[in-house]
């Protein structure tokens, strides 16, 4: 035999001892949820899971329990186990064995809480965080009784049973593995260890930008009637049918909405010409956002024009037309026609309009608005709408504009949505979410909000329901559910008007109408020109004054003041609330600010508020009959109301007046 049959033979040998070996010792797998420094909640019933070969027995030691616990693997290999577990303490370690035993070292026993949401229970102290004094906070992280497991982004069509996670599973608390972890969840986590010694396992599972109906299961959704249709093309792709392309989708859904602007006849743009308007057509002074011009919550097709006094100098020569930022996307015609098209809302909007076309006298500028989401307008900075020549001629556009409606995208069928990423219903749920409801756990943190803002109005029902799903998922029914109510953002604006960030805290503030719920109030610590605001640190903590207060047994203010009634007195509106221990007060010790108040008219204006005992008095000089008052109803109020702990008022309305929101989808 020769030396290259020889060495062939044998590793042939060994494949096959390694196969044999393989069929009678089939090492039991494990979820990733299951690793060294793990932490069990206390207390309970904990299920301990995983697969091997069917058939096998499993059995299960602990070092807390001189007891064993065992079951025989299904047909499909699959196993759990539930362990009673005890107060806290630790470390501990769990053996499981099929034949081969499985170590899980220097486990705790503690409270285990699921952290989640969009972007700001994302922000990470480091990396693109980087929130207040980060490098210190990194730097004195060290608490190995609180434990970390980091999931990462994943979606999928179907429930899945395991979460992709980072670090190979749980890590402890330390400098080396905070800095890319959930700023809030960590401080969330301090702030309770510091107060109880109790280990906290932090279950970090949240994606930035993302919609709740995607944290939510199909079977909740599908009672919704404004997310069945998109559960079912989802349970679909899941199941691998076939269909349009989302390109393809969208340029039916785009004839559509052509089919649909009024501004168009048979596909051929209609409103752009010299012809006299309608008395349809209204007023409106640009630059600005139609939703803060009195057409609060209009997503569709806008089309504005302005006629326009050309000097007979500029005939006959090539100009510029300078239209700022446009949100979204526009058509402009000069004379009835196409002299340009930009999609985006933050492109710069200059066009060239040919010599040719350049007539001395009278000329019409039409341009076309479509807004998807959110605000939309000719919205740049005053100064800029202009046409100019290479003469250094300039000629001022700001000012009033006529507009007309072309489309109200309520008015059909909403636009389709991508068959991949993370904004589609249920995909974050069945693969970031699902694989851990069988572990049993304290309780829920939760910030998101931003963007569902839009559609605030549709969160009063999805929210609470996607709560109660959880609770459902965990067989958990009451574990405890607290969330961040939005921050302050974006510009301050003086009068009282529309907002939707408004709603969408007033569709949070109801949802504490859930038993086990509670709200951290952040509407003092936001940030005008950054929607992930830097301070952290107290956005974990009043998350963690709920859960001492409620959890803990530890007598401590964790909310500021709620409106609870209101009582009409002449002119005057008086109001009360509650968690107004320690007094009510305005934080700066100025007069109260961010009240509002209307009449049966619904107009709002500025008030004046009075503290008087634990109520507020509101009133205006401009309402004589009020019926309602609002408070920070505002994207980024104004506003300085605090009980005597210093934590802020809840935004809230004490009408149910039809909101700007309300039908979007």
Known sequence: MNAKSYFSQKISLILVLLAC?????????????????????????????????????????????????SARADQDGNWKILVPTPSYGGPYTVTISDGEETKLSNVLIGDVWVCSGQSNMEMPLAGWGKIDNYEKEIQEANYPKIRLLQGDHVTSNVPLANAKVSNGGWVPCTPQYIGGFSSVAYFFAREIYKKTGIPIGLIHTSWGGTIAEAWTSAGTLKKMPDFAAAVDKIEKAGQGATGLSLEQQMEEWQKLVLKNDAGYVNGVAQWTSTLPESPSWKTMTLPVLWEKSGIPGFDGVMWFRKSINIPASWAGKEIKLNLGTIDDDDVTYFNGEKIGETKGYNATRIYTIPAAKVKAGANVLAVRIFDGIGDGGIYGDQNILSLTNAAGGRI???????????????????????????????????????????????????????????????????????????????????????????????KVIERPGPSAWAELRDAQ???????????????????????????????????????????????????????????????????????????????????????????????????????????VIVSSTEVTGPVAVRYAWADNPVCNLVNGADLPASPFRTDSWKEITYGKK
């Open 21 to 69: 070996t393989t069929s009678t010792q089939a090492k039991v797998t494990l979820p990733s949820v299951f690793s060294d420094y793990m932490v069990f909640q206390q207390k309970t019933n904990a299920a301990i899971w995983g697969k091997t070969k069917p058939g096998l027995s499993v059995n299960i030691t602990t070092t807390w329990s001189s007891k064993a616990y």
């Open 396 to 490: 001022s556009l700001d000012g009033e504009w006529t507009y007309n409606k072309g489309l109200d995208l309520k008015d059909i069928a909403a636009a389709p949505v991508s068959n991949e990423g993370p904004n589609r219903a249920t995909v974050l749920y069945n693969a970031m979410i699902n694989p851990y409801i069988q572990f049993a756990i304290r309780g829920a943190i939760w910030y998101q909000g931003e963007s569902n803002a839009d559609r605030a109005s549709q969160y009063k029902e999805l929210f609470p329901n996607m709560i109660r799903d959880w609770r459902s998922s965990w067989k958990q029914p009451d574990f405890p559910f607290y969330f961040v109510q939005l921050a302050n953002f974006m």
């Open 509 to 615: 503030l109801k949802t504490l109408s859930l038993p086990n719920t509670g709200m951290a109030v952040a509407i003092d610590i936001g940030d005008a020109v950054d929607i992930h605001p830097k301070n952290k640190q107290e956005v974990g903590r009043r998350l963690a004054l709920i859960a001492l207060a409620k959890d803990y047994g530890i007598k401590t203010a964790y909310s500021g003041p709620q409106f609870q009634t209101q009582q009409t007195e002449g002119s005057a509106i008086k109001l009360t609330f509650k968690f107004a221990e320690g007094g009510l007060k305005a934080k700066d010790g100025t007069e109260l600010k961010g009240f509002t108040i209307a009449g049966a008219d619904q107009k709002f204006y500025t008030a004046k508020a009075t503290i008087k005992g634990n109520q």
